[in-house]
């Protein structure tokens, strides 16, 4: 997971995101089965999963960007065309891979914040870099490559650690699903 963060062209490579993939639904199957116990696991390798985030979603809003802007240059200058091929973009084999990677590091926080045990721990030492990590990528995605499962994330770091966990996340929540909104009353008026 470190070299991954580190080089992005490891992340080029179909073979290594399957490896990827399956050692972090490995760890989230560890996770289920001994909750609050997998702390020391998880604490090894929680920074370096954050990294990979990062890594994973630059490479995937790069490649649906630029697959899009360059096919509607070749067919048309619409912003409609560019959405379009956007979410054409999201289906290629390499962008799947990278999205599982990405679902699966959210899927294993998600799992090991239900399961804690420690809540002022979770919420003092994981939360800050997570909120940073994930909402940030999620506010600075095309639409098209953001992930319903960061959503699925944040509703459960509300529900076990409060409602007023952080400002940042309602205020960057509610601007991503504003411009959401917006961008579908646009298109289909």
Known sequence: MAQAAANKDVLSNPDNLRILSNVLKTNVAACTSIGSFFLPQIGLIYMDMLGLYRAVSGIISETVAKEGESRAMLLTTSSDTQRIIGQIATKTPKIRQLRTVKKEILKLVE???????????????????????????????????????????????????????????????????????????????
């Open 111 to 189: 799992t090991y914040i239900r399961k804690a045990e420690d809540l002022d721990a979770v919420n003092s030492s994981m939360i800050p870099p997570l909120l940073d990590a994930i909402l940030g990528d999620y506010h600075r995605n095309v639409p098209e490559a953001r992930d319903a499962e960061v959503l699925n994330v944040m509703a459960t770091i509300t529900s076990r650690l409060g409602v007023g966990t952080s400002s940042y996340m309602t205020r960057t929540l509610t601007r991503c699903f504003l411009e959401s909104a917006h961008a579908a009353s646009s298109a289909y008026p």
